[in-house]
């Protein structure tokens, strides 16, 4: 008898054996539930993200048309969210003159000023050493940024009308 227990076909497996095998069977069971069934991903973005390539959602930028709704709207955008660094009349004050010919960040171009005022203007290059914030500190949409630039090219012949709307 003690030939047939040594015998490796007919030994049978361990208890521990077993109940690990179980354990994570279980274990594997439970998690693919809960990532299909409680997490809500599909499978496809679960490998993605796994492999470090989630898609990527592209934004896109509306640029309103230039008509006189989208000048005045920005004029409005202008005496509400700017005038109080750049004047009423654009004549400057603690930011620079918007009206005349000289610019400090060029090119004066529509696309160029959309930048600016979108991502702010740091204190080192700052005219006078006080920084812009980003959109002037204000609440604004990227649709209110592009009528207040529409209204600033509208006043100022010097900037160049480059930015190309969008939506008609």
């Not at 594997?28 to 490998?47: E, N």
């Not at 930011?95 to 000023?113: A, I, V």
């Amino acid at each position: 008898m003690s030939e047939h227990n040594n015998n490796p076909e007919t030994k049978s497996t361990p208890g521990w054996v077993a109940y690990l095998f179980s354990l994570v069977l279980v274990i594997g069971i439970g998690a693919t539930i809960y990532q299909v069934g409680f997490r809500a991903q599909s499978r496809q973005s679960m490998i993605r993200e796994e492999m470090g390539t989630e898609t990527i959602k592209p934004t896109i930028e509306i640029i309103p048309v230039r008509d006189a709704k989208a000048i005045a709207n920005g004029e409005a955008t202008y005496k509400r969210a700017c005038f109080a660094c750049h004047g009423m009349d654009l004549e400057g004050g603690v930011g620079p003159n918007l009206k005349d010919t000289e610019w400090y960040h060029p090119p004066s171009k529509e696309t160029n000023l959309y930048k600016l005022v979108s991502t702010g203007i740091s204190g080192a290059q700052a005219v006078k050493g006080v920084p812009m914030p980003p959109k002037g500190g204000a609440a604004i949409s990227g649709i209110e940024v592009w009528e207040v630039i529409y209204y600033l090219s509208s006043r100022n012949p010097s900037i160049e009308k480059d930015a190309v709307s969008n939506v008609k």
